[in-house]
């Protein structure tokens, strides 16, 4: 019997295109999966940064809350009362600032005095209908301020019976006229007064009766004290005397002519002052009501930063020049109480 046999199985025929379609379309699958990857990639991040941008918009139009905005303004009501002259105190003292904002919150604003420049400024916030609260806390540069409507820039009072007492101490209480001489001493301008100095070399200070004390009333109208100067003029100030102080008068009206040559060592406090010759200023100047000096007076040192004032200098008015927000560390009692805090 013959044996049966069976054909070896042949496996079926692939064409070549089928191996080069099957890799063409996983090369477009991966195509497209890249291409929506990177669509859903554009989607998530410009909607991202446009959430951070509406955020930051937010925050910068209303503040992260009523009270925290409230603070803020606080902080400007603060400096605005220091630049007029209503120089606000602490809550110890019971001089402090409140005021209630339209929108329902009590804002209580502190300033203290931490140095003869130094100022710690303190505004809390506490809405009225809820929980709300802020606070804000600054340390502030300050340099003394002008302006018409504040009683001015004076030496501390616990110096004027030591300057009245002085043997160089002298009063001009009319027109008095001095030249091509040295001079030493204080020269007080009272009320009428009209001093004029020409070609005089002073060492020492110009006062007024305002100028030593601000119990004493400043002088308004044309009965102003007055200094003339002509020629050639130096008013240095005197470290035995009164150091880096060369004039202190709120209600001093200060002038001199086209053709002189004026030079001042030392802080200059007037209510006007007018200087259009030549020379120099070294020193911090103040003014209450008009200012104007010469193409050709200079002043070393002015706008190059904050100039340094004597400690003997009461500002009546603080210009805030700078401002700082120092980190506090956390009491003990606060760290409890975080530690204490359950979510619920």
């Known amino acids: 019997e013959t044996p049966m046999t069976s054909a070896p199985m042949t496996q079926p025929s692939r064409r070549p295109g089928a191996a080069r379609r099957a890799g063409n379309e996983g090369g477009w699958v991966l195509f497209a999966t890249l291409i929506l990857s990177s669509i859903l990639v554009s989607v998530t991040v410009t909607y991202a940064r446009h959430a951070v941008l509406a955020k930051k918009s937010l925050e910068t139009a209303k503040g992260a809350s009523e009270a ?4 803020r303004s606080g902080l400007s009501r603060v400096r605005e009362c220091m630049r ?7 809550i110890a003292a019971g001089t402090e600032d409140v005021v209630e904002t339209p929108s329902g919150e009590i804002v209580t604003s502190e300033r203290e005095v931490t140095g003869h420049d130094r100022r710690r400024l303190r505004v809390h916030a506490q809405a009225t209908l809820d929980d709300d609260e802020a ?14 409507d504040i009683d001015g820039t004076r030496l501390d009072c616990d110096l004027m ?18 030249s091509n001489t040295n001079l030493n001493g204080f020269y007080l301008i009272e009320e009428g007064g009209h001093l004029i100095l020409q070609h005089v070399v002073l060492h020492g200070a110009i006062l007024t009766e305002a100028g ?6 400043l002088v308004e109208g044309g009965s102003r004290p007055r200094l003339t100067l002509t020629g050639d003029v130096r008013i240095l100030s005197d470290p035995a005397l009164l150091d880096e102080i060369a004039v202190v008068g709120p209600d001093l009206r200060v002038v001199s002519d086209v053709a002189s040559r004026v030079d001042v060592r030392g802080m200059v406090v007037a209510d006007e002052l007018d200087l259009p010759g030549r020379g120099g200023l070294r020193g911090m100047v103040v003014t209450r009501s008009s200012q104007s000096l010469g193409d050709d007076m200079r002043r070393p040192g002015h706008g190059r930063g904050l100039q340094s004032w004597p400690n003997e200098i009461f500002a009546e008015s603080e210009d805030v020049r700078r401002l700082s927000f120092p980190v506090e560390d956390l009491t003990d009692a606060i760290l409890d109480a975080m530690d204490s805090f359950e979510v619920n």
Do not use: K, Q, W
């Open 161 to 178: 019976a030591g300057i009245m007492g002085d043997p160089n101490f002298y009063v001009i209480d009319s027109e008095v006229t001095l």
């Open 212 to 217: 030593l004390c601000d119990s004493n009333a």
């Open 135 to 148: 606070d804000l806390r600054a340390t502030a540069v300050i340099t003394p301020g002008g302006g018409s």
């Open 68 to 71: 925290e905005e409230a603070s």
């Open 84 to 90: 007029n002259g209503s120089l606000p105190g602490t």
